[in-house]
T-cell receptor, first 110, second 115 residues
């Protein structure tokens, strides 16, 4: 089983749609979680951290479910500029290893 | 405001050649790391460092060496290049808080082809 798993997609949605991505992680002791965004042939960039109580940043909402070991990202009112790959990222416990999921590809169409 | 700088951006090598990918950051971050990214796969951690003189292996360390003589620099050495090392390589850095590294800042990447 992979340490961090994501649905690879692609997700094809129209502008204005709401889309949700899920990610599962295998190590129940993991403590830090993030969503990154990666545009084609570019470096990953932090989208948002994920907090236990859930958090929102504009149109983006991140949630953490420790009991089920999954993280979600909700994008409301999708824009063309949201088209990218979204990476789920988990910091492993007991050290400094960060594990990236393979990413979920999103295409937002006019 | 340079952030994380990687050189070169592109490189073609022949099998068996060695080379060093350079990475430098100007944010005084303790943590630095190297990843490789292959098509359809996520970033995989090669090596990382939590400070000058301290390095450790990640998920896929074989065929690569690192050193950290200064806070700013974290070069990655390919000892004897193999076609399987054709990939995009990213260097990243972050501050440390307690026992956890914080969100990382990435360089632009180095696209490496081994013939």
């Amino acid at each position: 089983r992979k340490e961090v798993e994501q649905d690879p997609g692609p997700f094809n949605v129209p502008e204005g749609a709401t889309v949700a991505f899920n990610c599962t992680y295998s190590n129940s002791a993991s403590q830090s979680f993030f969503w990154y965004r990666q545009d084609c042939r570019k470096e990953p960039k932090l989208l948002m951290s994920v907090y236990s109580s859930g958090n929102e940043d504009g149109r983006f909402t991140a949630q953490l479910n420790r009991a089920s070991q999954y993280i979600s990202l909700l994008i409301r009112d999708s824009k063309l500029s949201d088209s990218a790959t979204y990476l789920c990222v988990v910091n492993m416990p007991g050290g400094f290893k960060t594990i990236f999921g393979a990413g979920t590809r999103l295409f937002v169409k006019a | 405001n340079a952030g994380v700088t990687q050189t070169p951006k592109f490189q073609v090598l022949k099998t068996g050649q060695s080379m060093t990918l350079q990475c430098a950051q100007d944010m005084n971050h303790e943590y630095m790391s190297w990843y490789r990214q292959d098509p359809g796969m996520g970033l995989r951690l090669i090596h990382y460092s939590v400070g000058a003189g301290i390095t450790d292996q990640g998920e896929v360390p074989n065929g690569y060496n690192v050193s950290r003589s200064t806070t700013e620099d974290f070069p990655l050495r390919l000892l004897s290049a193999a076609p399987s090392q054709t990939s995009v390589y990213f260097c990243a850095s972050s501050p440390l808080q307690g026992s956890q590294n914080q969100p990382q800042h990435f360089g632009d990447g180095t696209r490496l082809s081994i013939l």
